[in-house]
């Protein structure tokens, strides 16, 4: 064997396990680099952690004490100190009470809490939790103000309205008076009755069932003229295509989503229920029927039409009013589009950009409480929508033929057939309701507020 062969192949071994060691090493000291990295990212979230939850703790005995002593005694709390697991908490707790309607207690009380800390690195931090407490009582009262989504609801939708009821006159004469819907003379099957006792019923005229019922307080004026229960109504234009509508009328429905009776009138036969016509050379044609729901005091919701057949991919349901020009991203827009339903929301103002809400006829001038209201021509619009068209090129079209029907009786309270959410205390009297622009109802609570994180 050739001895310096050898010593080559013994050198050139050595320099591959060296350089197999540097790159170990250096593969082992990024490791160790990422773990620290990783072990003081971890311990930052674990800090800010558990400052979050020193300041929601703060808010949560604010809230506690705001019950205890009816939102007064406040004092702005400084100079605490909590030690924790990986830092050492400063805590500062700062309390603006506001008397909104000048009677002497606390509406709401303005909370922040301040809580900073320095990480292990040097650099300080710190978290602010800024929330509102409502003084008012939890069980009948909720609040927003005018740059947040519609919610705050603590009240029942239900309102005071019950399925049913505890009479039944079937087999019997039924009494009451006959409903009538909106402005027409068209029954719609069913009867207001007020008991000897103060209950409103609304009786199905056909069987004598009580459909839906309520308990008027004592200070409420309602008659059998003027039904206890508040009604929406409107019509129901759904479009035809090839003579036929769209939907059939046993494949129809409007419901409620809360307690509630709706009622669809037939319009199978009814020919001068028909309305046709030519629109940029195109023609154009529906046929209506009228709808109306009962609903209790106190009730919020939505109303809508549903559907129980396989609908074409195209057929849509659009509200609005296309005679109107206003904010399209505004929550009581009437800017025609497509929505299945319509929200019913009330709100009284009580100081500074917040709002109570309210049920429908719970008027805030009102010494009893509930005023039945009936709101009318609230129309539904069930057509077809392809290629370039929309809500309001059909609305349009809809409204060429039927003499601007979506137009019709508009004020500056009711400025036509509504949007996708209408304000049930925009009363001439009394017309607000905030400028929200969400229309996505939040989880209800009564405090509201940020968290934010901050790097000194």
């Not at 819907?181 to 209950?199: F, M, P, Q, V």
Request: hydrophobic share 35%; charged share 20%; with cysteine.
């Amino acid at each position: 064997m050739n001895p310096i062969y050898i010593r080559h192949k013994k050198g050139f071994m050595l320099i591959e396990s060296m350089i197999a060691i540097i790159v170990v090493g250096i593969g082992v000291l990024g490791l160790t680099k990422l773990n620290a990295v990783l072990l003081q990212g971890t311990g930052t979230s674990k800090t800010r952690a558990a400052a979050t939850q020193i300041a929601q703790d703060r808010a949560e005995q604010a809230r506690r004490e705001a019950a205890a002593s009816a939102c007064g005694g406040f004092i702005d709390v400084t100079g605490e100190s909590v030690a924790g697991v990986n830092a050492s908490y400063d805590i500062a707790t700062n309390f603006t009470a506001a008397d909104e309607d000048g009677d002497g207690t606390n509406d709401r009380v303005s909370i922040s809490v301040t809580v900073s800390w320095t990480n292990s690195d040097g650099s300080s931090e710190s978290t602010v939790l800024s929330s509102i407490i409502s003084c008012l009582p939890v069980s009948t009262q909720a609040l927003v103000d005018t740059n947040r989504s519609l919610g705050g609801f603590v009240k029942n939708p239900t309102g005071r309205g019950v399925i049913g009821g505890d009479n039944d006159y079937e087999g019997e004469a039924i009494p009451g008076v006959t409903n009538t819907i909106g402005d027409t003379d068209l029954a719609d099957g069913t009867k207001t009755n007020i008991t000897e006792s103060g209950i409103v019923e609304i009786i199905d005229d056909a069987t004598g069932k009580v459909l839906l019922s309520f308990k008027k307080n004592g200070c409420e004026q309602l008659s059998q003229d003027d039904t206890g229960f508040s009604t929406v109504s409107g019509r129901l234009f759904i479009e035809t295509k090839n003579g036929n509508p769209i939907v059939g009328k046993t494949d129809l429905f409007v419901l409620s989503s809360d307690t509630s009776y709706c009622t669809v009138l037939d319009y199978t036969n009814q020919q001068s229920w028909a309305l046709s016509g030519i629109i940029e050379s195109k023609a154009v044609s529906f046929v209506y029927t009228y709808y109306q729901c009962y609903i209790g005091p106190e009730w919020w919701g939505n109303i809508g039409a549903v559907r129980v057949d396989s609908a074409n991919t195209n057929d849509r349901i659009c509200v609005g009013n296309p005679g109107i020009d206003n904010a399209a991203n505004a929550l009581f827009s009437t800017m025609p589009v497509k929505s299945s339903t319509r929200g019913y929301r009330g709100y009284v103002e009580v100081g500074n950009g917040l709002y109570e809400s309210k049920g429908i006829g719970m008027l805030e001038q009102s010494d009893c409480g509930y005023v039945a209201q009936h709101y009318k021509d609230h129309h539904l619009v069930l057509t077809n929508i392809t290629g370039s068209e929309s809500c309001l090129s059909k609305e349009e079209s809809l409204n060429a033929i039927a003499d601007g029907v979506l137009n019709a009786n508009v004020s500056e309270s009711y400025p036509g057939n509504p949007g996708k959410f209408f304000c049930m205390t925009n009363y001439d009297i009394n017309p607000v309701c905030p400028n929200l622009s969400d229309p996505y109802v939040a989880a209800s609570t009564l405090v509201h507020g940020t968290i934010k994180i901050r790097s000194k």
